[in-house]
T-cell receptor, first 111, second 114 residues
Framework: ELKVEQNPLFLSMQEGKNYTIYCNYS?????LYWYRQDPGKSLESLFV?????AVKQEGRLMASLDTKARLSTLHITAAVHDLSATYFC???????????FGQGTRLTINP | DVKVTQSSRYLVKRTGEKVFLECVQD?????MFWYRQDPGLGLRLIYF???????EKGDIPEGYSVSREKKERFSLILESASTNQTSMYLC?????????????FGPGTRLTVL
């Protein structure tokens, strides 16, 4: 059974600081997704990582994938208040279309 | 833009009622999914469908059924609602032909069962 774990689950940080959210998964997969969810809203796709060593960047967010370690990171650079949200990683089960989600990381950035 | 709509944003029902949640897409995508989202548990897959009239159980199908009579519409049915089905329900779609398999989500329906 594929399990996906995020760390930390809650993160409060100040504007201007850097931090990293970790996503570990338990079995082989070659595709990993990061989503953002604002309070009361639905999930918005941020990144799709398709291969070992893949790195994607959008503004102050950068995601990477290490399939050998079964680990993805979402790095926040010089955080701003607008990045406050809950971030989910999800991993696809090989051979299927099914996604398995992590618990989510609630990120709060204080001015 | 990908458009996924859900029939209600908020719904309040009583225990034992039959509840229908509807999801409609305008993207002609093959795959449609129903999830529930609960605090601390992330999203959990209830059912999904690869094509019209086809359905597959997800990780937590008990107490739910689905219907997909037309490609653009995927309904989630709670045959006899119970209080432990109080949750946020999210519908998602994916193309089936896109190698990224990215799923796109609807706005969600917050269901309260009293």
């Amino acid at each position: 059974e594929l399990k996906v774990e995020q760390n930390p689950l809650f993160l409060s940080m100040q504007e201007g600081k850097n931090y990293t959210i970790y996503c570990n998964y338990s079995t082989t997969s070659d595709r990993l997704y990061w989503y953002r969810q604002d309070p009361g809203k639905s999930l918005e796709s941020l990144f799709v990582l398709l291969s070992n060593g893949a790195v994607k960047q959008e503004g102050r967010l950068m995601a990477s994938l290490d399939t050998k370690a079964r680990l993805s990171t979402l790095h926040i650079t010089a955080a701003v208040h607008d990045l406050s949200a809950t971030y989910f990683c999800a991993v696809i089960i090989q051979g299927a279309q099914k996604l398995v989600f992590g618990q989510g990381t609630r990120l709060t950035i204080n001015p | 833009d990908v458009k996924v709509t859900q029939s209600s944003r908020y719904l309040v029902k009583r225990t034992g009622e039959k509840v229908f949640l509807e999801c409609v897409q305008d993207m002609d995508h093959e795959n449609m999914f129903w999830y529930r989202q609960d605090p601390g548990l992330g999203l959990r897959l209830i059912y999904f469908s690869y094509d019209v009239k086809m359905k597959e159980k997800g990780d937590i199908p008990e107490g739910y059924s689905v219907s997909r009579e037309k490609k653009e519409r995927f309904s989630l049915i709670l045959e006899s609602a119970s209080t432990n089905q109080t949750s946020m329900y999210l519908c998602a779609i994916s193309p089936g032909t896109d190698h990224t398999d990215t799923q796109y989500f609807g706005p969600g329906t917050r269901l309260t069962v009293l």
